[in-house]
């Protein structure tokens, strides 16, 4: 049945180092959404695309983050250098933007949970 | 501009006892209403939507919620819960007029199903 997939799934990485998550939508799905949850902040949307441009990236640190769509099945999240205060788990997930049918639901990812040490 | 308050960060509660978690929203305009459930470890999945017609939505799981537009409410209840639905539950609110649009999510309950 049609999914969501992302990977890594588990990332550990050491301050500085860059990181590279990415999330493949569901085929014929045309709007990316990327979020983060933690603890303290709960789920933030960070990002989202429409037909691979970017609509939204306001919630976005912009110094070390950056988000693509290589792809209309690829959405890279890039954090690079990462930091501790990174540390999170980052869901993506995807829909049918402007389909009236589609109510904007959205169909989430398994999360990748990353660790920055 | 849309927002959604979640009344109860925390709930527990015995299972086969019934459960409400409450959802409050602020919107100007009108809205698509849901309830996602997020069990441990998982991404979020769809509970239930409001999109229009009856108030009373049922969902999987033997969840249902009501839209209130005058209380701008949509609380989700059980009659009788099980120990599988110990999970974070999410509401959300879209606007009807932006299609494709962002979803504007609560903090969250977490409900406790204890034997």
């Known amino acids: 049945d049609a999914r969501v997939t992302q990977t890594p799934r588990d990332k550990v990485t050491e301050m500085g180092q860059e990181v590279t998550m990415r999330c493949q939508p569901i085929?014929?799905?045309?709007?990316v959404f990327w979020y983060r949850q933690t603890m303290m902040q709960g789920l933030e949307l960070l990002a989202y695309?429409?037909?691979?441009?970017?609509?939204?990236d306001s919630g976005m640190p912009k110094d070390r983050f950056s988000a693509e769509m290589p792809d209309a099945t690829l959405a890279t999240l890039k954090i690079q250098p990462s930091e501790p205060r990174d540390s999170a788990v980052y869901f993506c997930?995807?829909?049918?933007?402007?389909?009236?049918?589609?109510?904007?639901?959205?169909?989430f990812g398994p999360g990748t949970r990353l660790t920055v040490l | 501009a849309q927002s959604v308050t979640q009344l109860d960060s925390q709930v527990p509660v015995f299972e086969e006892a019934p459960v409400e978690l409450r959802c409050n929203y602020s919107?100007?305009?009108?809205?698509?209403l849901f309830w996602y459930v997020q069990y441990p470890n998982q991404g979020l999945q769809l509970l239930l939507k409001?999109?229009?017609?009856?108030?009373l939505v049922k969902g999987i799981n033997g969840f249902e919620a009501e839209f209130n537009k005058s209380q701008t409410s949509f609380h989700l209840r059980k009659p009788s819960v099980h120990i599988s639905d110990t999970a974070e539950y999410f509401c959300?609110?879209?606007?009807?007029?932006?299609?494709?649009?962002?979803?504007?999510f609560g903090q969250g309950t977490e409900l406790s199903v204890k034997p």
């Open positions: 997930a995807s829909g049918l933007g402007q389909v009236p049918s589609s109510y904007n639901e959205q169909f």
């Open positions: 085929l014929g799905h045309n709007t």
């Open positions: 695309f429409r037909n691979r441009a970017p609509l939204d």
């Open positions: 919107s100007s305009v009108s809205v698509y």
């Open positions: 409001y999109l229009s017609g009856s108030t």
């Open positions: 959300a609110v879209s606007d009807r007029g932006n299609q494709g649009g962002k979803l504007i």
